[in-house]
């Protein structure tokens, strides 16, 4: 595969920047491309339209993560096998990754439809945005499949050590998704479908240019049609690093569904804040997770050719690099808050309300950094179950109980909001001991076997 690279040898840190600053590019400029979406909206149709996209980002998020996990399963597999230089599991990692990839795609078309409504209501949405956010989410869950299909596809690039190649089909796919905006939204007077529409046909283009980039390499990573058909001990083992993986995905975005349905209760002006912050905000979480999955894949490789000392390096500057890139993105987001808030909308007072969103979330991105790396690490050497359950009591459990006590005392944004830094100390504290525990008493008999 080109661009791959060597991760088993030669210096870490600048290794860990290459592989992870496309990564943190993609990320962001898949969240830009889906803020288009918002700002198209926000500034051609209104702050209604603007909530109603904004609104479905939680349950889009509860869904989509799931298999976003496994698809880190599937990465581990594969760099873990390419560590130990085992084509054949290469080759049954990528094609089950891929049927995975279709079939839950298909899965979650079918889950997105039905629950879709019901859904909605429950968060609580205003009658007067219930029919478009309705209407934007039943037209984004028809493009699941394609949707699932890049982030597998992805995967398998990052096993190899290529974030370029998805980094560059993305902003081809991405430039198109703009163009679509404007055109289905301005040209022709649509509102939020305009936008689901030119988001589903960009990741029809995305994931079809992966895929024909993957049938065409040589190699244990070339897409064979004979190769298709499910391997019960790989579909294991993807399943069993990459479930507990997607669990904790889940874990953010259910605490992000109730915390979503207090901002509701807030009215429209609010949850437009919340959308445009938001979008803002998830910036600094792509550039870290980054590293968390740099650290995931570097640790894979080098656990599967069996070097120890390598895998406690590349843990140290993952979090080295990961709190550097934290800090950068706390000074810009921070700094530049109202600036940055006023490309989304020109209303005073969804600028006040997204700069508080901002301060209190973007401004504590250094202690998610320990989250995203101890947890990439943990995945990275097979252990995924660990940091899953953690988050699920830390991070669901103190925003559960925060939303349904405090803020039903202080009934303001900023009190709510306070909710994601108090979350994420109590989980960083529980990750680091168990860490600890895990690199003295566990690791050790892994690699007397």
Known sequence: MKNQMEMTTGSIAPKLLLFAVPLACTGILQQLFNAADVMVVGRFVGSEAMAAVGSNGAFIGLLVNLFIGVSLGANVVIARATGRKDEETIKAGVHNAILIAIIG????????????????????VPSNIFPLALLYLRIYFIGMPVILLYNFESAI????????????VLILSGCTNVVLN???????????????????????????????????????????????HFDEPILKEIFRIGLPAGLQSCVFSISNLIIQSAINSLGATVMAASSAAFNLEIIAYYVINAFGQGCTTFTSQNYGARQPERCVKVARWSMILAWIAAGLCTLVLCGLSSLLLSLFTT????????????????????INAILEVISGCMRGYGYSFVPAIITLVSICGVRVTWTYTIFQIHHSFAILMLSYPVSWGVTAIALILAYFYFKKHILPKEWAR
Request: charge should be positive; charged fraction near 15%.
């Open 157 to 168: 690039f990052r096993s190899q050590g290529n974030t370029k190649t998805p980094l560059i």
């Open 182 to 228: 404007l055109v289905f939204v301005v040209g022709f007077g649509r509102s939020v479908d305009g936008v689901a529409i030119a988001t589903v046909t960009s990741n029809v283009m995305s994931s079809t240019i992966l895929f024909w980039i993957l049938k065409k390499t040589e190699g244990p990573t070339q897409i064979d049609w004979q190769a298709f």
């Open 105 to 124: 795609g298909f899965l979650l078309l079918a889950i997105g439809e039905l629950l879709a409504r019901p859904l909605l209501g429950i968060l609580g």
């Open 347 to 366: 209303d005073p007072q969804v600028i006040h309300y997204g700069v508080i969103r901002l301060w209190y979330i973007a401004g504590f991105e250094c």
